[in-house]
């Protein structure tokens, strides 16, 4: 069983930074990729940033040179550090991660998602 949890939302003013968080765990073999997401009421879900298991990036165009993704392997964990924040980024940002429970047997994984507010 593989569990995804995110962390690190909330309300931020135009133009501050936040750091999120996102942790995979349970029986697993490897993680491919691991990206956020991010989902404004009544829009689409939509891809903010991916990376890949050999530190491949790639970013929503709105939001390169603001947001950065990384992750630790040792740690399963994938971060995003959000700088330069507007209104326009408030969302529910999810996680998701894809890998493997063993050889052969792929998963694919989202998390219950976090709250950021971007208002004065």
């Known amino acids: 069983q593989v569990h995804v949890v995110e962390s690190g939302g909330g309300l931020v003013q135009p133009g501050g930074s936040l750091r999120l968080s996102c942790a995979v765990s349970g029986t697993i073999f490897k993680i491919y990729n691991m990206a956020w997401y991010r989902q404004a009421p009544g829009k689409q879900r939509e891809l903010v940033a991916r990376i890949t298991n050999t530190d491949s990036t790639k970013y929503l165009d709105s939001v390169r040179g603001r947001f950065t993704i990384t992750r630790d392997s040792t740690k399963n964990t994938t971060y995003l550090q959000m700088t330069s924040l507007t209104p326009e980024d408030t969302s529910v940002y999810y996680c998701?991660?894809?890998?493997?429970?063993?050889?052969?047997?792929?998963?694919?994984?989202w998390g219950q998602g976090t709250q950021v507010t971007v208002s004065s």
């Open positions: 998701h991660a894809e890998g493997a429970l063993a050889p052969g047997h792929d998963f694919t994984h």
